[in-house]
């Protein structure tokens, strides 16, 4: 069965400071991995997407991940956090032929000024 | 496009009413996703659809139904409305494969 495990519920980061927030995950096959944000009160927006070739991805807002097979995880990186940023991040799981992608609990984001 | 939307954006329900949660994407995407949504639990699944007629139990489906009469359309069904369901509930299409889902902006509902 496939899994995503977010160890982190919540990180607290200093505005400017560099931030990564944790994705493992168990897939039987090729994964396909995903990060969403949920700004409050909104709905889920998706950051970026992994689903094979470069195992670095650029995704929206100054985000990236990187996909590493060995480790099983799939962790998120922002050089420069901004106040914007505080929100509750997604990590995701999916692959072929399976058409329900795993969500993990979520890990929420608060940047001190 | 205006994507998936979703109405009522909120709602308070009494013990025991019934309601239908509204979910249309323009897309033309085949799945179609509800969840709900409660403070530190992630995305739970209730029901989904992989096309116009087929429906299957997510992981959390007990008290609700849903129907897929048009690729469009993927309304669920509260029938005998607990406080247990009081969250937010949440619609998503996708493409046909494991691929991005696409969200709608949620319905915050209370049952009292």
């Known amino acids: 069965a496939q899994s995503v495990t977010q160890p982190d519920i919540h990180i607290t980061v200093s505005e400017g400071a560099s931030l990564e927030l944790r994705c493992n995950y168990s897939?039987?096959?090729?994964?396909?991995l995903f990060w969403y944000v949920q700004s409050p009160g909104q709905g889920l927006q998706l950051l970026l997407k992994?689903?094979?070739?470069?195992?670095l991805v650029q995704g929206i807002k100054g985000f990236e991940a990187e996909f590493k097979r060995s480790q099983s995880s799939f962790n998120l990186r922002k050089p420069s956090v901004h106040w914007s940023d505080a929100a509750e991040y997604f990590c995701?799981?999916?692959?072929?032929?399976?058409?329900?992608?795993?969500f993990g609990r979520g890990t929420s984001l608060i940047v001190h000024p | 496009n205006a994507g998936v939307t979703q109405t009522p954006k909120f709602r308070i329900l009494k013990i025991g009413q019934s309601m239908t949660l509204q979910c249309t994407q323009d897309?033309?995407?085949?799945?179609m996703y509800w969840y709900r949504q409660d403070p530190g639990m992630g995305l739970k699944l209730i029901y989904y659809?992989?096309?116009?007629?087929?429906?299957d139990k997510g992981e959390v489906p007990n008290g609700y139904n849903v129907s897929r009469s048009t690729t469009e359309d993927f309304p669920l069904r509260l029938e005998l409305a607990a406080p247990s369901q009081t969250s937010v509930y949440f619609c998503?299409?996708?493409?046909?494969?494991?691929?991005?889902?696409?969200f709608g902006p949620g319905t915050r509902l209370t049952v009292t």
């Open positions: 897939y039987g096959a090729t994964p396909y």
């Open positions: 897309m033309n995407h085949n799945y």
């Open positions: 998503a299409s996708s493409p046909p494969s494991a691929g991005q889902e696409y």
């Open positions: 995701a799981v999916g692959g072929e032929g399976s058409y329900i992608p795993t």
């Open positions: 659809s992989v096309g116009a007629g087929i429906t």
């Open positions: 992994y689903f094979s070739g470069d195992t």
